[in-house]
């Protein structure tokens, strides 16, 4: 479920607003948006992609609201891990390329 | 949000498209391409909705080699049940293996592999459908995100378009078209498998009330395995996992492609524990590198999925990774009804997949080879049309089941919420949906019927939740086209398991075609000689 958006970094951009599928975020008049239909989230992580500037944290819980500290979520460096793992971002080269999905399979095959 | 009705937004286009997947996307790119108007509509948002935009998507890529491609066909054969047709095989390879060298033109990063050339067998669903939206745009296709359509429309001719409304300004919207392709994905009864909350089977419901037909809805028995927290159905890797019971004993026979029923029967008593130790460490990265997400959730919990052993459970995904859905009734999927186009997960994937999972590879490749020839075979029928097109007088077609487009307001109503948690408690269990038999299917029929009465008499919005009316009934409609053909095939075959007809039944070698709104039918449908001879030869 999205927990986090991070009042610190967003810079009211609303990418998260027009790209999450579920609507879960609504867009504010000379604010930032808000998490407004928490429980419409579908833990997809989307948002966190669209994100230019990694204010967006997804549990990876599907099924409950789990309160997490941003403090302790920044700690951890898991703010903006999953654009860093796939490579989006400014600076970035998208991991699309180093996908070794035919490797896995292969091995996956030749295992059962 | 303004409560006040909003004058509809008008707009007419040769093609319409409903649904911005991969097989809508296609489809768009595909009617433009002919020279077609397009408007492609999404409930959600076209690049980041749907079953393939949130994940690593394997992809049935065969180079066209004889001996690799006649592997391929048949390797799926039997599982399948003999079902799906081999002229349809060789044409979803064919186009799958065009359309792979298309989207690498595009500028998709296609990995090198030690050939020292790309390696089409999987993309990774962020970038391809971020590249998709872009050339959907520039294909001059527009694009109306957050904009579900709730009802078709139609005249004596055929449909006509849709109408629906915008979620995020409550603008409703009314589009008239001289074709439409129905790619609204399948229907995962918001399970919350990764994805799939979008996808509530509103194309199944829109394309029954316009008269067209379904075929294979009895293999929608898709369950995936998750780490039991996690929405990340990804349930190819789990061919590493080794799986145990609460004291560590090993559970023989669980796996993740044959095994899984074994791992839902264990479920029913007990609790499940998965960990990847068939895994060795040359590899961990690789599967790191092809599904970062699927480790996304690992890593937050700070589990070690190759050394921790995990608790999993099995989410359904309904027809999503099953292989039923609209019937198509020629090379362009078109269905019966004049007009109307259907591809992706919305349509049967029987023909490539018969009734086994067209997960992992078959669905994906399906989705771009029917989206494209969809999206072609609509724009070529709308411009055909000519000038008179647009001047149709076309009304909506919900007025066919009865199930209104508006929530109702009356506080005595059934509410979305509860219908939801109704269809689900007829769906979601293994000992109904998964292990099925006569009574237990006509036991949940009896109250998916009764259901479906009830919401005809209206549906109370609950206040908060995004799910409408019509999606909600469309959920319970496609639960009564799966169970009815469920209680039809009265064998064991493909996904679907019957505990009172554990065998399969040669003389039940056959396609079974549904459809109907207050009264559902199914009858068996034989499959034109596909070259399944040995079947063919004991019926
Ligand atoms: C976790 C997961 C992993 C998978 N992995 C693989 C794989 O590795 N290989 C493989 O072959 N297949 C895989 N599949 C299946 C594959 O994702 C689907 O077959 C594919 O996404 C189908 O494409 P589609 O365009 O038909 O539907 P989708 O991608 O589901 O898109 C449907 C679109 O329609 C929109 N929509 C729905 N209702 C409406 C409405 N009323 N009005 C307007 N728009 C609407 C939705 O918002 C969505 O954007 C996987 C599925 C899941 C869930
Ligand atoms: S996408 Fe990020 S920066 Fe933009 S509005 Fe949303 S949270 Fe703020
Ligand atoms: S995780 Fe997905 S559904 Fe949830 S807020 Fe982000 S984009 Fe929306």
């Given at each position: 479920m999205i927990e986090i958006l991070s009042a610190e970094r967003c810079i009211s951009c609303n990418q998260c607003v027009r790209i999450c599928p579920t609507n879960v975020f609504q867009e504010v008049?000379?604010?930032?948006?808000?998490?407004?239909?928490?429980?419409?989230c579908q833990t997809c992580f989307m948002c966190e992609l669209y994100c230019p500037v990694d204010a967006l944290y997804v549990t990876p819980n599907a099924d409950g609201?789990?309160?997490?500290?941003?403090?302790?979520?920044?700690?951890?460096?898991?703010?903006?891990?999953?654009?860093?793992?796939?490579?989006?971002?400014?600076?970035?080269?998208?991991?699309?390329?180093?996908?070794?999905?035919?490797?896995?399979?292969?091995?996956?095959?030749?295992?059962? | 949000m303004s409560k006040e009705?909003?004058?509809?937004?008008?707009l007419q286009a040769d093609v319409l498209v409903i649904g911005g997947g991969p097989a809508g996307a296609w489809a768009a790119i595909a009617a433009a391409g002919q020279g077609a108007s397009v408007i492609l509509v999404d409930k959600g948002y076209c690049g980041t909705s749907g079953a393939t935009a949130p994940s690593g998507t394997a992809i049935w890529y065969v180079k066209p080699e004889e001996q690799a491609r006649e592997n391929a066909m048949?390797?799926?054969?039997?599982?399948?049940?003999?079902?799906?047709?081999?002229?349809?095989?060789?044409?979803?390879?064919?186009?799958?293996?065009?359309?792979?060298?298309q989207i690498r033109d595009w500028g998709y990063p296609f990995p090198i592999d030690e050939t020292g050339g790309p390696n089409y067998i999987s993309v990774q669903g962020p970038e391809y459908m971020r590249l998709m939206r872009k050339r959907v745009q520039k294909a001059g296709v527009r694009i109306l995100d957050h904009s579900p359509a709730l009802e078709l429309l139609s005249d004596s001719h055929g449909v006509a378009g849709a109408s629906g409304i915008n979620e995020q300004t409550r603008q409703p919207w009314r589009i008239e078209a001289a074709a439409v392709v129905i790619a609204t994905g399948g229907c995962a009864f918001l399970s919350k498998a990764l994805g799939t909350n979008v996808l509530t089977g509103d194309g199944y419901l829109m394309a029954g009330e316009a008269g067209a037909e379904f075929s294979g809805m009895e293999f929608s028995t898709a369950y995936a395995i998750v780490p039991y927290f996690s929405p990340v159905t990804k349930t190819a890797l789990y061919q590493f996992a080794t799986f145990y019971y609460e004291d560590g004993r090993v559970i023989e026979g669980a796996g993740s492609r044959r095994g899984?029923?074994?791992?839902?029967?264990?479920?029913?008593?007990?609790?499940?524990?998965?960990?990847?130790?068939?895994?060795?460490e040359s590899i961990r990265q690789s599967m790191r590198k092809a599904q970062p997400n699927f480790f996304l959730s690992f890593d937050r919990l700070k589990i070690d999925p190759f050394t921790d052993k995990f608790p999993v459970t099995l989410r359904f995904e309904g027809t999503v990774r099953g292989t039923g859905g609209i019937n198509i009734v020629d090379e362009t999927c078109a269905t019966?009804?004049?007009?109307?186009?259907?591809?992706?997960?919305?349509?049967?994937?029987?023909?490539i997949c018969g009734g086994f999972t067209g997960g992992g590879s078959h669905n994906a490749a399906w989705a771009m080879s029917s989206g494209y020839w969809s999206g072609?075979?609509?724009?070529?029928?709308?411009?055909?049309?000519g000038t008179n097109r647009f001047n149709r007088n076309a009304r909506g077609l919900s007025e066919f089941s009865g199930v209104s487009t508006q929530a109702d307001s009356s506080k005595s109503k059934i509410s979305t919420d509860e219908v939801i948690r109704l269809v689900q408690d007829e769906v979601f269990p293994y000992d109904r949906n998964w292990f099925r038999s006569e009574q237990g299917l006509?036991?949940?029929?009896?109250?998916?019927?009764?259901?479906?009465?009830?919401?005809?008499?209206?549906?109370?919005?609950?206040?908060?939740?995004?799910?409408g009316a019509r999606e909600v009934a469309a959920m319970t409609a496609t639960a009564r086209w799966m169970y009815e053909s469920g209680l039809a095939r009265r064998e064991t075959r493909g996904m679907h398991v019957r505990t009172d007809y554990p065998e399969r039944d040669a003389a039940q070698h056959y396609r079974l075609i549904s459809g109907g709104l207050d009264q559902v039918w199914v009858k068996p449908h034989t499959a034109p000689n596909n070259g399944n001879a040995e079947e063919a030869v004991q019926a």
């Open positions: 008049e000379n604010d930032i948006p808000i998490i407004a239909r928490q429980s419409d609201i789990e309160k997490v500290e941003e403090s302790a979520v920044i700690e951890d460096r898991l703010l903006g891990s999953y654009r860093e793992s796939v490579g989006w971002g400014k600076g970035r080269k998208s991991t699309a390329s180093d996908d070794e999905s035919f490797l896995v399979f292969r091995i996956a095959r030749a295992t059962n | 009705a909003k004058e509809a937004l008008k048949m390797s799926r054969m039997d599982m399948g049940g003999n079902l799906a047709e081999r002229p349809w095989m060789q044409r979803v390879l064919d186009r799958t293996y065009h359309n792979m060298h899984r029923s074994i791992i839902a029967k264990t479920l029913l008593k007990e609790p499940v524990y998965a960990r990847l130790d068939k895994a060795d019966k009804v004049p007009g109307l186009y259907a591809a992706g997960d919305a349509a049967t994937r029987e023909l072609e075979g609509a724009a070529q029928f709308a411009l055909k049309q006509t036991a949940s029929l009896g109250r998916l019927n009764q259901l479906w009465l009830e919401i005809k008499q209206g549906v109370r919005a609950d206040e908060g939740s995004r799910v």
